[in-house]
């Protein structure tokens, strides 16, 4: 797959001394499930804590519509975004919850936490 990485844009976080949540809904992700090649519908919510950087919603909304036609499983997708969003942004912490809509009489839930690991070297 290309890297999407290049359609995310962040601006700078004013208040770094602070933490603080920002919450994003995105009730319209797709994408297409690689096994039957049928669409998926899912509410994406990301959750985080940004550090220097914060994530710009017009290239978020940008990269998630990118999914629109590939063909990409459930865990796959989940851990995708929040491993291109932690990359591009660098957050204290990030959780991605991907809530996928009824196929098959099954619900799907998937959530990925990355949190910063706290640089031992400033410990000493």
């Known amino acids: 797959m290309e890297d999407k990485r290049k359609l995310l844009e962040t ?10 949540f920002i919450e994003h809904i995105a009730p319209e992700f797709t994408s297409v499930c690689p096994k039957t090649g049928q669409p998926d519908f899912a509410t994406i919510t990301l959750e985080y804590i940004p550090d220097k950087l914060c994530i710009e919603l017009k290239s978020y909304k940008i990269y998630l519509n990118s999914f629109r036609n590939d063909g990409i499983f459930y865990e796959s997708v989940t851990n995708r975004i929040l491993d291109d969003l932690v990359s591009v942004c660098k957050p204290r ?32």
């Open 11 to 20: 601006f700078d976080n004013e208040y770094q001394d602070r933490d603080y």
């Open 93 to 124: 912490y990030m959780k991605i919850v991907a809530e996928f809509n009824t196929r098959g009489g099954i619900d799907s839930v998937i959530e990925v936490v990355y949190e910063k690991e706290e640089d031992i070297s400033s410990l000493n």
